[in-house]
């Protein structure tokens, strides 16, 4: 594909732009963009895969302020999020092509491992929650087993961070309604080779009101902070060392089951990352990640707040990656070596010794994989990709032994002409049971084995012009067996023959000197047994967009999206939720009288929609109203400032 094609086409998609001066016009800046297809560095526009890219320029113009309101704006994309109060702080589903299984990566790199199903999918919305320190956030919709590993069946979030620029320091201030505080400092700079950045972040949550103006009790109290120091030892060979923190408390009140809730959530997350590129054609990454993650949940049944019932959890998860790639004019060739553990920290049940005296222990879990990908082009319009993995999984002597497992994965794609490009292929996804799955007290099932199936995908891409870009992926997701919770046994098991199907569309476009937009739509039909998503969670079609304008000194933003439910058969004539079509609109606006003052405006919801996510009424005595209610509309009012 012709250079400027390309290179127009990747900026389109990754909104990489200038930052000029503000008494300026907005300058669209043409480059290229890592993309997450093939764990390499490639323009977007040849990565033939159903990729969407949120830009440091969306999150910053339309105050994306959690990594949840940036992945909104993504199509393929839903949250199943339980409202305002301090509940949904902690507890946030997303999930990619209906699938809840996804890998969370941090510049490549899991947060966790071993979430397995029922829990990848249930993040905490908290996460990496300094926005200031994200330059992208890249999302792969499909399965991608034979890349990534175990867990990637609706996709891959790979949420990259800002490298350590020249010195500067700015500090962000907003309050607005519902108790909403945020404070954010951040800071940077190089001295010679070495350079460092360190945040902070407080974000502060009230009382929410719901669009029929109820009043949803909670409160969030949310610290993060982290540090990354970098050295170049050449231009073409660093080494980091990053450390972030997070601790989240919060606490309210359930309308749905009336009563009174608390927890809080912890994460210490250590990175080291040593890259060198060998010459033209060779790079080699070495990546070490240690993460600990502590969780509690608790009901309060009186007003003493006394916990009769509760659930938590706390996991260190070490993550070892090695990966050795090489490309040419002709190949791609990516192939390396993964290793991650995951040890249950606190004392669990595991059966009896030979005496019949019960034992406790802290179970394990590791898996060691290896992988290869090569993508050739065999013919000036042709390209071949082809993946393996194998996984070893081993875990502790209290659990049934797993086998081992390869992937695969292939496509082809072909160039019908320099603006043109079609694809089609299959990616496997392999997904072992988390450790929630097999050990916790409540749900956990020690017989439950891993869950497998594959994708398939046809995908068509079109470039109109060195500003605007098309792309459409169809695809079929088939469960061979899966890992859900049985409703009767209150347990999880496995459960066979499943099946997602649908499509993702976007368009991109840089609409003269002031404008720009992206557009998606996304359809989707979801059947997995043991997974209730199909039971009116789902999006039959969900319409995602957002738009920026920028005029010299003022930047004026709309995001949102329209949902249209898929209605099950079995509860289609209960009114489970406030609608099954509705449309939730953001408006964004900037004021920036000097280059190192930014006054903003975040008003969410702007026409006050009642909408919900969650839902008890399809569960229990069928009473319209006693859903999770999303918040009405919001406001939130601030100044960034460098110092």
């Keep these: 594909m012709k250079k400027t094609l390309v290179m127009a086409a990747a900026a389109v998609l990754t909104g990489s732009m200038a930052y000029p001066s503000l008494a300026e016009e907005y300058v669209f800046e043409m480059a290229p963009v890592v993309v997450t297809a093939n764990r390499m ?29 940036a992945l909104r ?11 305002g109060n301090g509940l949904n702080a902690n507890l946030s589903g997303i999930r990619i092509n209906g699938s809840k299984d996804i890998i969370l990566l941090v510049d490549g790199v899991r947060v966790t491992d071993f979430n397995g199903a029922n829990n990848s999918g249930y993040m905490y919305s908290s996460l990496l929650n300094n926005m200031d320190n994200v330059e992208r956030i890249e999302v792969l919709r499909g399965s991608a087993g034979a890349l990534y590993g175990s867990g990637a069946k609706g996709g891959v979030i790979n949420i990259i961070t800002k490298n350590p620029g020249e010195k500067k320091t700015t500090v962000d201030i907003a309050r607005g309604t519902g108790g909403r505080e945020i404070y954010k400092l951040t800071t940077m700079g190089r001295v010679g080779k070495f350079s460092y950045m360190a945040y902070y972040d407080k974000l502060l949550i009230g009382d929410t009101k719901s669009g029929d103006g109820r009043l949803w009790p909670g409160h969030t109290h949310t610290l993060s902070d982290g540090v990354k120091f970098a050295y170049d030892f050449t231009d073409k060979h660093s080494l980091s060392l990053s450390y972030d923190k997070m601790k989240s408390r919060y606490r309210g009140y359930d309308f749905v089951y009336s009563n009174r809730y608390h927890g809080d959530y912890k994460s210490d997350m250590l990175t080291l990352q040593d890259k060198i590129s060998i010459g033209k054609h060779w790079d080699n990454q070495f990546t070490y990640r240690r993460n600990k993650v502590k969780t509690n949940y608790f009901q309060d049944y009186d007003m003493n707040a006394q916990s009769n019932w509760g659930i938590s959890s706390d996991y260190t998860y070490d993550i070892i990656g090695e990966q050795v790639s090489f490309h040419d004019e002709w190949n791609r060739l990516t192939f390396g070596v993964d290793y991650s553990k995951g040890r249950d920290n606190v004392l669990r049940a595991a059966g009896f010794d030979v005496n019949g005296n019960p034992v406790k222990t802290n179970h394990w879990y590791e898996n060691y994989s290896f992988y290869i990908q ?18 070893r999984p081993e875990t502790d002597q209290y659990t049934a032994d797993f086998s ?10 072909y160039e019908i002409t320099p603006k043109d490009t079609v694809y089609a292929g299959r990616n496997d996804f392999y997904i072992l049971p988390g450790l929630d799955v097999l050990y916790i007290p409540q749900y956990g099932n020690a017989k439950v084995r891993p869950a497998y199936g594959y994708t398939d995908t046809i995908g068509y891409s079109h470039v109109f012009s060195d500003k605007t870009m098309f792309t459409i992926n169809w695809f079929r997701t088939k469960d061979e067996q899966s890992i859900g919770y049985d409703t009767s046994s209150k347990k999880y098991k496995n459960f066979n023959q499943g099946v997602s199907r649908g499509w993702n569309a976007q368009l991109i476009s840089q609409i003269g000197s002031k404008w720009s937009a992206n557009v998606g739509w996304a359809h989707l039909y979801s059947n997995v047994p043991g997974d209730n998503f199909s039971l009116g969670y789902s999006p039959k079609d969900k319409l995602t ?3 920026i304008y920028h005029n010299k000194k003022f930047t004026g933003g709309l995001d949102g999206f329209y949902f249209i439910r898929r209605k099950n058969p079995v509860n289609g004539d209960l009114k489970g939720w406030p609608d099954d079509k509705y449309g939730i609109y953001n408006l964004s606006f900037n004021y920036e009288p000097r280059k190192d003052f930014n006054f903003y405006l975040k008003i969410n919801n702007i026409f006050d929609k009642l909408w919900a996510e969650h839902t008890d009424v399809i569960w229990s005595d069928h009473t319209p109203g006693t859903w999770y209610s999303m918040p009405g509309r919001t406001w939130l009012f601030g100044v960034k400032m460098e110092v």
Excluded: C
């Excluded at 081992?404 to 794609?413: P, V």
């Design 374 to 391: 090569e993508d050739w082009n065999f013919l000036p319009r042709w390209s071949l990709s082809g993946g393996l993995r194998h996984d």
């Design 404 to 413: 081992s497992h390869t992937s695969k994965s292939y496509r082809l794609s």
């Design 73 to 83: 704006t993504v199509p393929g994309t839903q949250y199943l999020n339980y409202g």
């Design 545 to 547: 967009f957002d738009m």
């Design 41 to 69: 560095n490639e323009n977007l526009v040849d990565a033939r895969a159903d990729i969407s890219v949120v830009t440091s320029r969306q999150i910053e113009k339309l105050h994306l302020n959690t990594v949840e309101d």
